[in-house]
């Protein structure tokens, strides 16, 4: 069985406030580097629950920011690490499960940390045909659409609960709850690190257990922006996209590659 693991940064453990999301190249920032120690800590988590769980391989992808926050030598020997890029001519068809670790909620969830959908400053709602989708439901479609199932999630309690409204019995590890947006209130390691392990093992093992996640397609794929000057750069690199005040949308007949269901 091989495994693929989408990692985020917002839901690790014990990172507990927007400050340790980004480093500012002009400032000192431990609390990132404390959140990308965490990001370690918790792959390796996840990396050795799903060779417990019966992997054969499993491959691991820094999806926060530019994918520039996992130091590869911290991860587990066992584990292959690629970026986008490398991942992309792959796709999906390899893989038997996946497993999204350190999600967080799609923009507008209430008492979440640090809900957003790709970018919080610019992207008001993303919609595919018509529903609602953060992030997790991106990765599910994409997964799904090349019959790979979500197994397993990982992050904050608002993350968890969004992940069940898409894969009912998807396995989960809340390992912390939000406190406003911008602040979370976490488990501690020990307990952190054993749901992780619980829920990523479960996962594995029962992944025949689990349907692949599936949008119709060809699809209706829309984002609206918060300001009509985002949007208007949307359409500079969208040729083939329409527009609706500051909604931009485009009809994808199929997937293909990995994240086609962005806009650009």
């Not at 799904?144 to 992050?155: E, I, K, Q, W, Y």
């Not at 599936?214 to 208007?232: H, L």
Request: net charge negative; with cysteine; charged share 25%.
């Amino acid at each position: 069985m091989n495994v693929f693991i989408l990692a985020d940064l917002e839901g690790v453990s014990l990172a507990d406030n927007i400050s340790m999301m980004r480093p500012e190249p002009e400032d000192n920032h431990p609390g990132y580097d404390f959140a990308c120690e965490r990001l370690a800590v918790d792959l390796n988590t996840a990396v050795d629950a799903a060779f417990a769980g019966g992997a054969d391989t499993v491959t691991v992808i820094d999806g926060h920011f530019r994918g520039e926050n996992l130091d590869p030598n911290k991860l587990d020997k066992r584990a292959v690490k690629l970026n986008i890029e490398e991942f992309r001519p792959m796709g999906w068809g390899r893989f038997d499960a996946l497993v999204l670790l350190g999600a967080h909620a799609m923009a507008g969830t209430e008492n979440a940390f640090l809900d957003h959908t790709q970018n919080s400053i610019t992207w008001y709602e993303y919609k595919v045909n018509g529903k609602c989708y953060g992030e997790i439901g991106q990765d599910a479609i994409m997964a799904g659409a090349f019959g790979v199932p979500l197994v397993a999630v990982t992050g904050d309690e608002a993350a968890c609960a969004e992940a069940k409204t898409l894969v009912p019995n998807v396995y989960c590890a809340a390992v912390k709850k939000a406190k406003g947006r911008n602040n979370a209130e976490c488990l501690d390691h020990d307990t952190a690190q054993k749901l992780i392990f619980e829920a990523v093992k479960n996962g594995v093992e029962n992944a025949k257990n689990f349907a692949p996640y599936k949008e119709t397609f060809p699809a209706k794929i829309s984002v609206t922006y918060t300001r009509n000057d985002y949007a208007d750069a949307a359409m500079e690199n969208c040729p083939n996209c329409t527009r609706h005040g500051r909604t931009v949308e485009k009809t994808e007949e199929k997937l293909e590659c990995f994240p086609q269901l962005h806009l650009w």
